[in-house]
């Protein structure tokens, strides 16, 4: 995933692409289902997010799947760094990192449902990947407009916000006072055009300077060949 694309909607603008479906759950798991080695790693080293996936048993099973390969076709690896970008989650892709599996980190200064919200977040971002890459390619070879660019991946980046309000409450995950990324998450508008109005506003009103717009468009002059 992008890096920013967190950033995005934490700072209030955007995330990385649109996500395929994901299975509703019907009933938790009996027995659960041991963690892979790689996603046992995770919620040792986040004993916060230990505690808030205790809490909601059918996510489970789906992580499992995701670290595993099942889902994917590629594992999972754990990072237990704090993102190198400094922002609040990140993955590497799987053509980014030595093995051909991704990479997933989550920093560790915030609640543990929100630590789950954002791990699954990207989780479900790393079906994303040919999309961007599709798009990057375009754009290296001057096959797609600045502006087209900038637009279409900020339109998938809130498509993947859409996915993720959905993954959101088909498996209850559900924000407390003290889960801010999660509610930031939840709030966001479902419409693209209303998406954008209330990103203006709340950058206006957090003081903010980050447009994913503009970031993209950016981005685009940086990946000319």
Not at 107 to 135: I, P, W
Not at 152 to 175: C, D, I
Request: charged share 25%; with cysteine; hydrophobic share 40%.
């Amino acid at each position: 995933m992008n890096v920013r694309a967190l950033t995005a909607l934490v700072a209030l603008a955007t995330i990385s692409a649109a996500c395929p479906s994901f299975s509703s759950p019907t009933s938790a798991p009996a027995p659960q289902a041991p963690a892979p080695a790689e996603m046992e790693r995770m919620i040792t080293a986040r004993t916060s997010m230990r505690g808030a996936l205790d809490d909601h048993p059918l996510i489970r099973p789906w992580m499992i799947a995701r670290f595993d390969g099942t889902t994917l076709g590629y594992r999972v690896l754990w990072d237990p760094k704090d993102p190198e970008s400094g922002q609040t989650a990140e993955h590497v892709p799987r053509h980014s990192s030595a093995g051909g599996n991704s990479i997933l980190r989550v920093a560790d200064r915030y609640s543990g449902v929100d630590q789950l919200g954002l791990a699954c977040f990207e989780l479900l971002n790393m079906d994303s990947t040919d999309k961007h890459d599709e798009l990057w390619s375009l754009a290296r070879r001057g096959r797609i407009g600045r502006d087209d660019f900038a637009r279409k991946m900020t339109r998938m980046e809130h498509q993947a916000v859409v996915r993720f309000q959905n993954f959101s409450r088909e498996y209850g995950l559900k924000p407390a006072a003290s889960d801010v990324f999660l509610q930031r998450f939840l709030d966001t508008p479902a419409g693209f055009d209303e998406f954008l109005a209330w990103s203006a506003r709340l950058r206006v009103a957090e003081g903010s300077t980050y447009d994913p717009i503009v970031y993209w468009a950016q981005m685009y002059d940086t990946r000319r060949e």
